[in-house]
């Protein structure tokens, strides 16, 4: 089992739709939780990080966290063709210095 | 004003050679790290410092020799080149502390011919 597992997409969402990212992980002892954004040929860059269960919301974006479930997700509201990139959920495994990434979520969002 | 810089941006070159990617951070955080991507786009950890100390080092051949002269640099040397190394190199930085975000830099494309 991979330590974070997401669905490599790609996910299509007209503009102005929701967009919804889903991202598990498989070690309970998990503590803090990142998204970024990686646009093709560019570094990733952190949209936000969760460590509390629940939402937590930054502008258009909002991070879930529900660690009994080890899920988290990320969702874009009013999606613009600018938010078309892949998305990774990056996990903190608990206890030391390491960030684990899923393999990431393209996402297209049309026009 | 570049926070996480690394160089080369571009690095083409033959099997067997040996080649160096430099990274140097400017944010005074304490810990750095060596991530590789694949060509699908996987991001898997290489090797952390912290404070100049390895502390992780996740099962790369030991032709792949990081090494941090001080807290703000982490240079990665690769011996004997092989194809399979092509990939984009990423450094990143972050304080100590688990809820603290990973910096990244530029990337080093590396092409093995």
């Known amino acids: 089992q991979k330590e974070v597992e997401q669905n490599s997409g790609p996910l299509s969402v007209p503009e102005g739709a929701i967009a919804s990212l889903n991202c598990t992980y498989s070690?309970?002892?998990?503590?803090?939780f990142f998204w970024y954004r990686q646009y093709s040929g560019k570094s990733p860059e952190l949209i936000m990080f969760i460590y509390s269960n629940g939402d937590k919301e930054d502008g258009r974006f909002t991070a879930q966290l529900n660690k009994a479930s080890q899920y988290v997700s990320l969702l874009i509201r009013d999606s613009q063709p600018s938010d078309s990139a892949t998305y990774l959920c990056?996990?903190?495994?608990?206890?030391?210095?390491?960030?684990?990434f899923g393999t990431g979520t393209k996402l297209q969002v049309i026009p | 004003d570049t926070a996480v810089s690394q160089t080369p941006k571009y690095l083409v070159t033959q099997m067997g050679n040996d080649k160096s990617i430099k990274c140097e951070q400017n944010?005074?955080?304490?810990?750095m790290y060596w991530y590789k991507q694949d060509s699908k786009k996987f991001l898997k950890i290489m090797f952390s410092y912290n404070n100049k100390e390895l502390i992780i080092n996740e099962t790369v051949p030991n032709r792949f020799s990081p090494k941090s002269p001080d807290k703000a640099h982490l240079n990665l040397h690769i011996n004997s080149l092989e194809l399979g190394d092509s990939a984009v190199y990423f450094c990143?930085?972050?304080?100590?502390?688990?809820?603290?975000?990973?910096?990244f830099g530029n990337g080093t494309r590396l092409t093995v011919t």
């Open positions: 990143a930085s972050s304080q100590v502390g688990r809820h603290s975000p990973l910096h």
């Open positions: 944010l005074g955080h304490d810990t």
């Open positions: 990056a996990v903190n495994i608990a206890g030391y210095q390491k960030v684990t």
């Open positions: 070690d309970r002892g998990s503590q803090s």
